[in-house]
């Protein structure tokens, strides 16, 4: 039984879980994210094609043709070095702008605004290098290195299968001018990327779906920590019992110290037992001020006999007060005309008028 009881095979509280996503525990799939980011550069690629060809064409053009002005003894190469890398870097920035946004969105959409320290904190058990090769043969490393392996196969099939259906058209190639080569290179590259992507996607499905099962199974916890959650979290089970009975017996206590007030005790007349109390000049109309079954109605008899206060049993109206009205509080309409007539019986018999 305490073997069993250290398995981990409880699912995790919703406390644990936001611990696990403050110290940077969450669910995160690097597929997903690369998915995202490659129909952005798709989308950037298919958007901004055109321009970014008709501007590398220009760039390439316009330094071809001021080679000859080029001096290695001055600062001219470095300058042209400096504006070539300028204008690539203006040529590729709506892709690399794209990517950034939507890697960015990426993770925000799995994990949230989350910023995690706890994760970054220095600690002496990644030094271990026993736990370091331990992770290397971990069922995680091993489903890494088959996805990487998959990914390699997959995507290279689909490279590898776009080009061979475009064979008879290669040598045709030659017979075109620059633009129709850079259109059939875009068109063919667009289509690689359209596939690829939605090989990508497919791929990310699947690992989503692991890395939240593999997160939910490194949350699990075991029934003890469960117990200790609870008894953190709303207080140990047994002190709140404790306390429940210390609260029932003093409010038990209370009550029975307005039984000597009482002005009548109406009875089942053996399992129930009213105390009702009524005053003509301070009270509107009877209230109850003790009530109880078995050993407590037991204990409001004894107690009205002792101090001679009237016992009548009516069996209807004390299965009613019983049921219907709560201690402290005056009786319904209802009950007034049986509860008076059993006031005017006990006034006669104190010789009341």
């Known amino acids: 039984m305490a073997d069993n009881d250290q398995e981990k095979t409880e699912n995790a509280t919703p406390k644990r879980e936001r611990e696990a996503r403050e110290e940077g525990q969450a669910i995160h799939s690097k597929e997903v994210s690369s998915a995202i980011v490659l129909l952005g550069a798709i989308v950037a690629l298919y958007a901004t094609g055109s321009w970014m060809v008709h501007r590398m064409a220009g760039a390439m053009q316009r330094y071809i043709s001021g080679m000859s002005e080029i001096s290695l003894r001055d600062d001219s190469l470095q300058t042209l070095i400096l504006n070539v890398m300028a204008e690539f870097a203006l040529i590729v920035s709506p892709v690399m702008l794209a990517t950034l946004i939507l890697g960015i969105a ?43 392996i998959g990914k390699i196969l997959v995507l290279g099939s689909i490279a590898y299968s776009l080009i061979k259906g475009e064979a008879q058209t290669l040598p045709l190639l030659i017979q075109m001018d620059v633009q129709e080569i850079w259109a059939f290179i875009g068109t063919i590259s667009l289509r690689i990327c359209l596939y690829t992507f939605l090989a990508m996607a497919a791929i990310a499905g699947m690992d989503y779906l692991f890395q939240w099962w593999q997160h939910q199974k490194d949350l699990r916890m075991t029934k003890e920590e469960v117990k200790e959650e609870s008894r953190q979290t709303e207080g140990d089970p047994k002190v709140k019992s404790r306390i429940r009975s210390i609260q029932m017996e003093m409010s038990r206590r209370r009550m029975m110290d307005g039984v000597p007030d009482a002005t009548v005790v109406i009875t089942n007349p053996t399992h129930l037992a009213i105390a009702l109390k009524y005053d003509s000049k301070n009270m509107q109309a009877p209230k109850v001020v003790a009530k109880g079954a078995g050993f407590i109605a037991e204990r409001i008899k004894e107690i009205a006999k002792s101090n001679r206060i009237p016992i009548v049993e009516n069996k209807p109206l004390a299965r009613a007060m019983f049921k219907s009205v709560v201690v402290g509080a005056d009786i319904p309409f209802e009950m007034y005309r049986t509860v008076a007539e059993i006031l005017a019986y006990v006034y006669r018999l104190k010789g009341i008028r």
Not at 112 to 139: A, E, R
């Open 106 to 148: 990426a993770s925000v959409f799995q994990v949230g605004f989350t910023i995690s320290t706890k994760s970054m904190s220095p600690k002496l058990s990644k030094l271990n290098p026993i736990q370091g090769i331990g992770k290397l043969f971990s069922i995680r490393s091993f489903t890494d290195v088959i996805k990487a």
